[in-house]
């Protein structure tokens, strides 16, 4: 390898397979890929991920079958706690000489790049709205209020009530009268 040259392990080379229509090869390869993301939920920069794929090649051109696997970060959408979780995403792609855009991949020469397809099947199932478990309740009522208990009582004592201080961007509301 001369030096400067990148390692590209998501680049396969397809030629014994074109010489042979019908024939398949299993691959299976990691690499970095960078940050991945989609609103508040990523893949990290430094992130491994995997593909377990199998090429076969129908006429003159490839199909690639098999899984994606990336590990993401987010917040739950209810209690906004961090949530981890690995992704896995199934992959049926045409790569061809002539790639229609947005449906088939490009087949280049002898080597097919993997590596969009990886992106774009990551980014298409990053979920939109992540929880962290189904029946997460969402946070306790005045949590936000500087409560960290979240039950309306920040000082333990039951005698007093605490009513937490009117924001006065809506203090223009209490002048509205309806009807």
Do not use: H, K, N
């Not at 991920?49 to 090429?55: F, M, R, S, W």
């Not at 051109?61 to 993401?72: H, L, M, Q």
């Not at 990053?126 to 009522?141: H, K, T």
């Not at 936000?144 to 309306?152: E, S, V, Y």
Request: proline share 9%; charged share 30%.
């Amino acid at each position: 390898m001369s030096r400067g040259a990148t390692v590209r392990p998501l680049l396969v080379s397809v030629l014994p397979l074109l010489r042979q229509p019908g024939t398949r090869r299993e691959v299976r390869a990691e690499a970095v890929l960078g940050e991945l993301r989609v609103g508040e939920v990523a893949v990290r920069p430094d992130a491994v991920v995997a593909l377990d794929v199998v090429l076969e090649a129908i006429g003159d051109s490839i199909t690639v079958v098999g899984d994606v696997r990336a590990p993401y970060r987010a917040s739950c959408r209810r209690c906004l706690e961090p949530i981890e979780g690995d992704l896995v995403t199934e992959v049926q792609e045409i790569f061809e000489r002539r790639p229609v855009e947005g449906e088939t991949y490009l087949l280049g020469g002898e080597e097919i790049d993997l590596e969009p397809m990886a992106s774009d099947a990551i980014l298409l199932a990053l979920p939109l709205a992540p929880l962290c478990a189904q029946d997460c309740p969402g946070p306790l009522p005045g949590a936000f209020l500087g409560d960290p208990a979240g039950d309306g009582d920040s000082d333990g004592d039951d005698s007093a009530e605490v009513e937490a201080a009117p924001d006065p961007r809506w203090a223009a509301l209490r002048d509205l009268e309806f009807g």
